[in-house]
């Protein structure tokens, strides 16, 4: 238990499917994440999100859309997915990010979506 | 650009030490994690090193060498639960921090 919850852990849907993955964390962090993470290629940041506004958005295609409605939840919706990107989703959270002092906080990972898109 | 290269297997022996080597080009360098991820879990936190040296937390240890791009994990005493992936995080600043594709550690008795 890492105080990061997600939900469903599994998840089947058609490509004409809209559906959504939630986070949860119990940390009182002020940053969180959305990593995918495919089989035998690396963890890939999807966004990040510090204090609920967006700070990182790594050229992920539109049919990938967070929401963060505050700093204890964060969403990933999901439309008119194609099978490349069935793969396990992973939130993160953190206390904040890295600064020019050298601090940096480690992330507190989900126990990950397992998405598959038919 | 971004390079991150670690070994994509090792195995070792219960009890025996290992080394994982990681050797990173990154633009903007903040620090560098460690993480740990056994199968069908999540990543969790094992280390982070922002200065050069030696940093040694029970039976895991991390170096770090910013001039040469260079870090390793050094485990100790090796168990079988130590069979996990071990991934190599740099952080590029603020909140960007980039994983390796990660090394699988076969532990065997």
């Known amino acids: 238990e890492t105080g990061v919850t997600q939900t469903p852990r599994h998840l089947v849907m058609g490509m004409t499917n809209k559906k959504s993955l939630k986070c949860e964390q119990h940390?009182?962090?002020?940053?969180m994440y959305w990593y995918k993470q495919s089989a035998k290629k690396p963890l890939e940041l999807m966004f990040v999100?510090?204090?609920?506004?967006?700070?990182e958005n790594n050229s992920v295609p539109s049919r990938f859309s967070p929401e963060c409605p505050n700093s204890s939840h964060l969403f990933l919706h999901l439309h008119t997915l194609q099978p490349e990107d069935s793969a396990l989703y992973l939130c993160?959270?953190?206390?904040?990010?890295?600064?020019?002092?050298?601090?940096?906080?480690?992330?507190?990972f989900g126990p990950g979506t397992r998405l598959t898109v038919t | 650009g971004q390079n991150i290269d670690q070994p994509t297997e090792m195995t070792a022996t219960e009890g025996a030490i290992v080394q994982i080597n990681c050797t990173y080009q990154?633009?903007?360098?903040?620090?560098l994690f460690w993480y740990q991820q056994h199968a069908g879990e999540a990543p969790t936190f094992l280390s982070y090193?922002?200065?050069?040296g030696l940093e040694e937390k029970g039976r895991f240890s991390s170096f770090l060498s910013r001039s040469k791009g260079y870090s390793y994990l050094l485990l100790k005493e090796l168990q079988m639960k130590d069979s996990a992936s071990y991934l190599c995080?740099?952080?590029?600043?603020?909140?960007?921090?980039?994983f390796g594709a990660g090394t699988r550690l076969f532990v065997k008795a």
């Open positions: 090193n922002v200065l050069d």
């Open positions: 995080a740099p952080n590029t600043g603020g909140f960007k921090t980039i």
């Open positions: 993160a959270s953190s206390q904040g990010g890295g600064d020019t002092q050298g601090i940096t906080y480690e992330q507190y």
């Open positions: 990154t633009s903007g360098f903040n620090g």
């Open positions: 940390l009182g962090h002020n940053a």
């Open positions: 999100y510090s204090l609920e506004e967006r700070v």
